[in-house]
């Protein structure tokens, strides 16, 4: 059965911006899809609204559309294309969403398209929980007692039934939103009623709990001829009741006999055949009774997902490519090995070595968050390491995870030195701070937590055994025997102290144990250790390969491990520069930082070097094996990255393109030995040090708002008396703003030290005086020493003060003045060449009454960079890439020089998304902490249009009609008043809690009032939960207090209400519904953008 | 303890020694199932032979009875690069540690088995011994180079029955009768009378140097054929058996239907007029795709061989291919044009491994039952 014919154009959907539960791995997989496809030469034809993606270079698919994920525009996009069929299953679930609403609202129908890779009745038995059991229940399978339910009573009818504990689990929602455990009836019926509500269709599934069952996945691929294949078995280490997002996962499964699996085969291909998936990859997840082994199916997604990114990379199997090779028509046995070129990719791959996946999580930006982990998905990003040994891999994957661990522990960090002390002193049972800490590991093991797995090596340490670990954390006894073990070796070596010998050197390093790691525990220098491991156990790269070496392959994709033999590729005559990755996502540092880093890599190899990528996440393009010339999938520290420096003798690392990770690595690189190709690392410094720095624009003459640094709270009261408050605070060297704060006066400022010095010992502490009301503006370069390209000057459209990635922002600024704009564009070229950058370079900046001030000056890639390169048309990250292993910019641009200079009569606005629903306690305010997931852009001729479809593509499409809320604070209701007579102007009704409409009403419009929480109901609240408002424009009062706003917003946002919380954002509402409420967008692709000024 | 695997090519391997003490001596080949460990150890046609497992966690699950597929392991050693110390398992009755050292199967990890793989993939499987005793390594290649090759090899008669006897397991309630199966034993795995007997069928298990007199006395609907271990050629009683068989069929009016599996395989090749050669490195795992040339379809199997039948030799017989191999286009099925034979080179009793061709005993039962009515 070869490729259809009949097929010309297929539209591919992608899944949006980034959010907790649907990350960059569907830019993997899409992108994957997308290339694929053309080389069977189709016309492909890609939505996605994320701008931060590969998929969406305009080289990619012939016609790429970075519109808003929404019914009306995909229709528009089909109608103007007028594709065959639709490829709904790589964008994740809001492209399978998208498929049933376009199904729905007959478009399909309309216009004769035909879904390929599940149809709308496989993705429905998938999706709706009802209808699954059903169709499990039917073949024969067993699935956990449930029942579904509309309403409440109904849920509480069915509840009675199961008993508690009990799952709720909203349908058609992505990641676990609205999923709950409840263990008792009053938790009950709050639960239920979230669940409800998160649902678009109101619909929950209440189920019994199977909490502390072991938990399976298997990634299925099923072609048009019913193959089926597994490509790969996971196995949860968390047992069931965490989100197996949440969950530390190892492939393939290690606790599973061969009969026990083979029946979780057989269920799987029986359930994907039953759900009627036709075509590409699946993922079916299973609970199994640890006391019987009886197992239940739990779900299926009709579609690649998370984790089928996790098994590609895991195994060196393409899932999504074949995924979309397969919905064309292919059969398996029509498609070759990627890997090895001469088998067929009907098979299963077998692998020799370990896998651990790690979940990333910023509790640390969600500090009043509940942090417990459950069904709902919480985790920001992952990390994946590989090992020959399960001890291995998880302690790689633990040191690649960047939390400051440099493995399961044996570290000096966090509880280290405790646990440490008390063992050391002999502390008994009778001790009370051995049975303080005793209490808190058990109920760190109790309860699934994030960091529960060093939790169990501290039980170890402080005498419980393997039995008591299990009985506790409900973890299979063999994982928990495996850390035992790690911790005996520990033992060892801690006993042989610097007389460690080479043979348990060489024991501790196949068990994962980092330098760092041996220096804390034996007393030597981390130098000393690496010195004797490199003469006597010296690092193995082994291959992946999909068949654990039974036949010989050529994917340059390799891991390290200590063995005897080395598989690593002999030097070739082209010199060799590296890419450093970013590694594991979070917030502030995610697929933006991988999309540069993959056109670094393919810039590199377009000079003619050869690209070796460095990096351990497995979501990203960056690790997929033919994007560089060399994959080593490996954790991003100084021992990691200097083995395989070593080992393949580059000429230089680049660290610019990764993130804070990468240049956090460039000072110590440097120090051993490593040549760091771009901007100097001298220069990252002068950068990052506010004094070198101040200096500089001193010397420069360019004003930058009055500084300081401090050590300590004195100097930091010295510093803010001499700049003057409103003082903007942070730690150096961190980035996406964490613990960055406004304070207004001393008490503020004397607490914020107090909490920054515990959490951030060592940083310095840097204090601006903080520009009220000043406009901020990003400005992204790229310099080669000699020459400046200003590529994009972006308007934030929230003030100054709100951290800039959590900012909207406009290209080209659509409210500077000429002066202003020349002003940013010289400083910004007296700033490049004075730091001698040689790469790119982004400056913040605050413009207040005309005047530009510097806020700072990063010598490195920007989050802005893809969104810069969409808006413009000039692939930034590549064309500095060129510059950094040596170009000179003006040939490096010479090909862009038309698209540089030709007209550019379309404006791009970016918009981000936040993870509030994820974390309903924690209050929906913007700052100067980023919190922010992702992005979306909209692009169109005018600046309300696209703003408009940022918001669409944002999730926050703007009301055309309705009832508009008003809660402001006393200073900022004059500002509100041209905003609230404009929505009059275009026929809103408007209403206000009590003051504010007070003050409205004085000032001549038509506004309803409403009462306060404490004035009795109806209240406010109420209002909003009823939807009787449209839309909610709330300023905060200053946060962390329980106010009135804090409740407001918090429910607007359980409601799906869209909420305003600045009145720059809402004066951006305003000018974007004036401009687009009347009219019908136009779907336009970037290819023809580009083309609008020619 | 230290132990050492030394191979005739003078590549030495220095571990752990594992399960029993002592030395032992085989060819050294490898299998890349991920779990199943225990139904390799035991599955007879790895007789002679010391197993490398690519997957370097074994034993995690711990052994049962349950999951034997003889009485005893067969394995001449047995080699990862970890074995688990501890089980985990509702059903586990021992660690693999007891289990290896009950059952006298010396073992060895601690090594980096990837790189034995690789160079038996590429020098090919050869001889090997493993030894927890001699440390002196030249003293080991000596050792190895002076184990028996494989080829030519009888291993038959070190795994057969001594007597005939009834497969007792409880079988399955039969709808259409009950159809009596003789089964050549050349080192049956137990999940092959399994197979049959939860069909309904009644097993009898006879040793391999039955007669076809004596086997056709006991007047069987169907004769099945096992796997086992060696050099097929070297089974010339075997052969001659069949190939009394295959004209028996010729002239009966009712033919009995034979159905080979792996040993049993190529055994038929050979009593049809083909050959046999060895290969380089063998099949060994569960996952080999195999291509059915009658439906089209591609199922994932069990394989453990390392001779195969040579689809040239076949060329002017009245034999039909039925299964390739996908990895190297071998011959992994054919049947007669004519009579109700048909055997093939993989594992479809599964155990370990996928279920994908559990359908060939259905054939098998379907020719049982077609023949009646002949």
New interface residues.
Partial sequence: MPKRTDIETILIIGSGPIVIGQACEFDYSGAQAVKALKKEGYRVVLINSNPATIMTDPEFAHATYVEPLIPSMVERIIEKERPQVILPTLGGQTALNLAVALHERGSLAKYNVELIGAKVEAIKRAEDRELFKKTMLGIGLSVPRSGVARTISEAERIAEEIGFPLIIRASFTLGGIGSAIVYTREDFLAAARRGLDASPIHEILLEQSVIGWKEYELEVMRDR???C?VICSIENVDPMGVHTGDSITVA????????D??IL??QSFACIRAIGVETGGSNVQFAVD????HASIIEMNPRVSRSSALASKATGFPIAKMAALLAVGYR??EIPNDITK???A?????????VTKIPRFAFEKFTEADQTLNTSMKSVGEVMAIG???RESLQKALRGLEIGRAGLGADGKVLVPKVDDLVRRGAGPEDVEKRKMMEEVEHKLRVPNCDRIFHIKYAFQLGLTTDDICRLSLI???FV?QIGMIWDLEKEIRAAGKKMDVPLLRRAKRDGFSDVQLAYLTGLTAEAVATMRKEHVPVTF?RVDT??????ADTPYFYSTY???D?SLPLSKKERVIVLGGGPNRIGQGIEFDYCCVHAAWAIKECGYEAIMVNCNPETVSTDYDTSDQLFFEPLTLEDVVNVVERTGAKGVIPQFGGQTPLNLAKPLLKAGVRILGTSADSIDIAEDRERFGALLKKLNIPHPANGTARNFKEAEEAADRVGYPVMVRPSYVLGGRAMEVVFDKVQLADYMRRALESHAGLPILLDRFLEDAKEVDVDAVCDGKDVFIAGIMEHIEEAGIHSGDSACVLPPHSLEPKVMEDLSRYTTEMALALEVKGLINIQYAVQNGTVYVLEANPRASRTVPFVSKATGVPLAKVAAMVMVGKSLKDVLAPWQKVIAQKKPWFSVKEVVFPWLRFPEVDVVLGPEMRSTGEVMGIDVDYGTAFGKSQAAAGGALPKKGTILFSLRVRDRAQALPIARAFEKMGYGLMGTEGTAAYLRENGLNIQSVKKIAEGRPNVLDVIKNREVVLVLNTPEGHRSRSDGFHIRRTALLSNVPIITTHAAARAVVEGLQQSRERRWEARSLQDVYTLGV | MKARLALETGRV?EGNGFGAVGETAGEVV?C?????YQ?IMTDPSYQGQIVVM????IG??GTTPD?NESKKPHVAGYVA??F???A????TVEPIDDYMKKNGVVGLDG?????L??HL?DAGVCRGVISTETLSAAALVDRAKQQLSMSGADLVKEVTCSAAYPWTTAPAASAGGKKKVALLDFGAKFNIMNSLAGMGCEVTVFPARTSLADLLKTNPDGIMLSNGPGDPAAVTYAIDTIRALVSHNEKAKKPIPVFGICLGHQLLGLALGGRTFKLKFGHR?????V?DLTT???E?TTQNHGFAVDIDSLKGLPVELTHIN??DQTLEGLRHKTLPLFSVQYHPE??????DAHYLFDRFLGLMKKTETV
Wanted: glycine letters at 4%; one cysteine or more; charged letters at 25%.
């Fill in positions: 001829a019913d193959q294949v393939p499964a290690q606790t599973l006999s061969d009969p699996y083979q085969r057989d640890p006391k019987t082994g398996l046995d001469k088998t067929p009907c098979f299963e791959p077998v692998i020799d070595y370990v020959r040994t399960f299979d006894p063999w025997h082994k068949c654990a070496a039974e036949f010989p063995e005897e033999e598989e | 391997f490898f890349t199932a991920l779990a199943g139904e690519t997957y370097p966690h995690n699950y999951f690069r970890e688990s110390p501890m985990s398992h509702w059903k090594i980096d088995t990837r790189a793989v690789r993939r795992g569960a996952n080999h795709p291509k089209g379809k591609v994932v996908l990895n599964a155990f370990p491994g996928p279920h």
